[in-house]
């Protein structure tokens, strides 16, 4: 009689924490196309920006998607299919995302969406040190071009010396407001502070992400659920072998790894993690926010592989809230690394309680990164 309880109160249980949901967006912004698309995306969909399969179903002014069954929460905004059409509130700001506890099956959730991204005023946030290096920059391994920002420091002009370099993914959203699409990390003004305050200066390289090649850029493996990636190798190279040449030609750099950081969030994390395995004698500072580790395994089988990584310094650090496994990936990685001999003394790793899939996570943990990572009284062995 107890199996048989057993038995049946693991079916009831299972009953309850896998479950499917229906979201019905019924309300949609005055201004939106009639024949507008309108996407789902979160953790759940390695945050993509926008995929065919997360595509809501429309019947008039009335869209519909029901998700795959399953358990726990996830954690959302509404596009139309990119980052640079996130839904925010209605006078343009950005908006805290959305969250949904599966525990009733087939549920129904209404939606209203009060505006998006692109509809907002354009107002430039960018400080007077913030410019663009070229509108077009030839990206030869992808024979494409891409929109590369600088920042300079404050004396940059005025000073005779050279500056250590950090080169940063996803460009849009590191230094302006008005090219954001949830926020920006505010690069510019934390950097300008330092200086201030401590006559810490340094340059950073920003570049845009691609859109659409977003996720194959941002990995160097193919992932078939999410039909993107495999195209990281070459987007590294663009980095090391002509984008930092051209730049440590034309600018005062200190052009030693020791001096050069990489850093990005999410896919823009683990690219970045990629590029210190991939470049050791390159890249002697890295910094992963939110790294998306769960998108290839690969990232896994490439960090077990020996790596002359001994005098790298790698900050990580991840939000609790972000998803049910980023946390736990972030901290396999790290295990990982530590038992093929990467020594802890040049690991910081934090987990940030109630942090959140955002540009203000990253933004509110961009200096201590920055000083950790620059941090001169903890030299290389």
């Known amino acids: 009689m107890r199996i048989n309880n057993l038995f049946l109160i693991l079916i009831f249980t299972t009953q309850i924490l896998f479950s499917q949901v229906t979201f019905i967006v019924e309300a949609l912004p005055e201004n939106t196309s009639k024949n507008a698309s309108v996407f789902i995306s979160g953790d759940f969909e390695s945050w993509t920006g926008g ?3 997360y595509k809501l179903l429309q019947n008039k002014k009335i869209y519909t998607i029901t998700l795959p069954e399953q358990a726990g929460e996830i954690n959302f905004k509404f596009t139309q299919g990119s980052w640079n059409t996130v839904e925010t509130d209605m006078a343009g700001n950005n908006i805290d995302n959305r969250t949904y506890i599966f525990g009733e099956t087939k549920d129904t959730v209404l939606i209203k969406i009060a505006n998006w991204t692109d509809n907002r005023p354009k107002i430039s946030t960018a400080s007077v040190n913030v410019s663009i290096l070229s509108g077009h920059f030839e990206m030869p391994q992808l024979n494409r071009t891409r929109k ?3 920042y300079l420091p404050p004396d940059y002009e005025s000073s005779k010396r050279s500056y250590p370099v950090i080169y940063m993914h996803d460009a849009q ?9 949830a926020g920006e990390w505010q690069v510019d003004e934390t950097l300008n502070k330092l200086y201030k305050e401590k006559n810490f200066g340094l340059i950073v390289v920003g570049i845009d992400n691609g859109g659409s090649k977003r996720m194959d850029e941002y990995s160097p493996w193919k992932n078939d659920k999410y039909n993107g990636g495999g195209e990281g190798h070459a987007y590294m190279d663009f980095i090391v072998k002509t984008l930092k040449p051209f730049v440590d030609k034309n600018y005062k750099t200190l052009t030693d790894k020791q001096n050069t950081a990489i850093m990005g969030s999410s896919l823009g994390a683990s690219i970045s993690h990629y590029g210190a395995l991939k470049y ?3 890249f002697g500072l890295i910094g992963m926010f939110s790294p998306a580790f769960g998108f290839s395994e690969m990232s896994y089988d490439f960090a ?7 005098d790298v310094r790698m900050y990580f650090m991840a939000g609790d809230k972000e998803s049910p496994t980023m946390v736990s990936n972030m901290n396999n990685m790290i295990s990982l690394m530590k038992s093929n001999g990467f020594t802890q003394k040049n690991i910081m790793s934090k987990v940030v309680p109630g942090g959140e899939h955002n540009e203000k996570l990253w933004r509110e943990n961009f200096e201590e990164a920055i000083l950790w990572l620059f941090d001169k009284k903890s030299d290389f062995d």
């Open 51 to 53: 995929q065919e399969k």
């Open 280 to 282: 050791p004698e390159t």
């Open 148 to 150: 590369i920002w600088i």
């Open 173 to 181: 959203n590191l230094f302006d407001e008005a090219t954001s699409n």
């Open 304 to 310: 077990s592989k020996p790596s002359n990584i001994e």
